[in-house]
Nanobody, 125 residues
């Protein structure tokens, strides 16, 4: 089973940008559909973005469409989330996740079998 480690979180002002990365190991990375989720205290984990095995098909949560972009590099076993025009409501712990579902990009957390430890993103107003 693939292991995932996120990096790139931090503090950013509203309107700013941040780039999250997720490094995968222990599996054949190109076999996995990848996703990003986020969670704030007391709330369920929210789907942010996902992409299929080669990044050709992507999906985004409604609240981030047009502002966030997911991409992957199978040669480097990494998936990236580029975030622009950030808002205070983007503040959350962001998680990278891997799924073995291939038919479409899943958006439901239980469809993902491996998770990273999370990285905190804070957007100040």
């Amino acid at each position: 089973q693939v292991q995932l480690v996120e990096s790139g979180g931090g503090l950013v002002q509203a309107g700013g940008s941040l780039r999250l990365s997720c490094a995968a190991s222990g599996g054949i990375f190109s076999r996995y559909t990848m996703g990003w989720f986020r969670q704030t205290p007391g709330k369920e984990r929210e789907f942010v973005a996902g992409c299929d095995w080669n990044g050709g098909s992507t999906a985004y949560g409604d609240s981030v469409k047009g502002r966030f972009t997911i991409s992957r590099d199978n040669a480097k076993n990494t998936v990236t989330l580029q975030m622009i025009s950030m808002k205070p409501e983007d503040t959350a712990v962001y998680y990278c996740a891997a799924s073995n579902m291939w038919a479409s990009v899943p958006t439901y957390a239980p469809d993902f079998l491996s998770w990273g430890q999370g990285t905190q993103v804070t957007v100040s107003s």
